[in-house]
């Protein structure tokens, strides 16, 4: 009984330990990113320039359009006045992509704002699941050993209780042995005199034998 509630802990310890250190591992990486993003904001650069930002696929995706559209506006205004219709034309799809551009990454950082939010919450309460377990193994190990003793003491009691048992029976039968059991095969009689050794049949019978 005993055995199976500390595997049945130990079970428990095992999956709480690996679910906190998979959030705490999670939280570390979205706190790390977190930080990359704010001192980017900080220094006045583009979030482009943090890896996991320009790789994710909406912002790459975005970004590679918005410099195709660059690298044609420079062909066209090679060719035409700031005011042609092909430049304002170009200019303002230049300026949507830009704008879809920076939501997906402020909607990147909000993401990433979120996950780390609810990593951390995992991480506590993986943490205080694994400290409850922790604190019930040490739990069974006290009751085990209150167990053991009490096993140890109700075995003691069985053997003595087994003990007197057999005295008992024994007592049982010994008190079957009443004194009717024995017989009387001729009483004894007193003498009726002082006994006197015969020294001449004694000595009569000693040359015979």
């Known amino acids: 009984m005993v055995e199976d509630i500390e595997r049945t802990n130990k079970f ?5 330990s690996q679910d906190y250190s998979n959030a705490r591992s999670e939280r570390i990486k979205d706190e790390v990113l977190l930080n990359q993003i704010q001192r980017v904001e900080r220094e006045g650069k583009s979030y482009l320039e943090v890896p996991e930002i320009s790789a994710a696929p909406g912002v790459n995706e975005l970004h590679t359009q918005y410099v195709q559209l660059q690298v044609e506006l420079g062909k066209l205004q090679k060719e035409y006045k700031s005011q042609h219709p092909k430049i304002i034309a170009q200019r303002a799809r230049i300026h949507e992509v830009k704008e879809n551009l920076d939501a997906e990454i402020e909607r990147f950082i909000q993401r990433t704002q979120n996950a780390y939010e609810q990593s951390k919450t995992r991480e506590v309460r993986f943490r205080q699941a694994l400290d409850e377990a922790n604190q019930e193994s040490v739990d069974i190990r006290r009751r085990s050993v209150k167990y053991n003793l009490l096993e140890k003491q109700t075995q003691f009691a069985e053997q003595a209780h087994d003990i007197i048992l057999n005295r008992l ?13 024995v017989e009387t095969i001729q009483r004894a009689k007193p003498a009726g005199a002082p006994f006197v050794p015969k020294i001449g049949l004694n000595i009569l019978l000693g040359f015979v034998f």
């Not at 010994?174 to 004194?179: K, R």
Request: no cysteine; aromatic share 6%; proline share 6%.
């Open 12 to 16: 428990k310890q095992d999956r709480w």
């Open 169 to 181: 029976k024994d007592a049982d039968i010994l008190q079957g042995l009443t004194p009717n059991s």
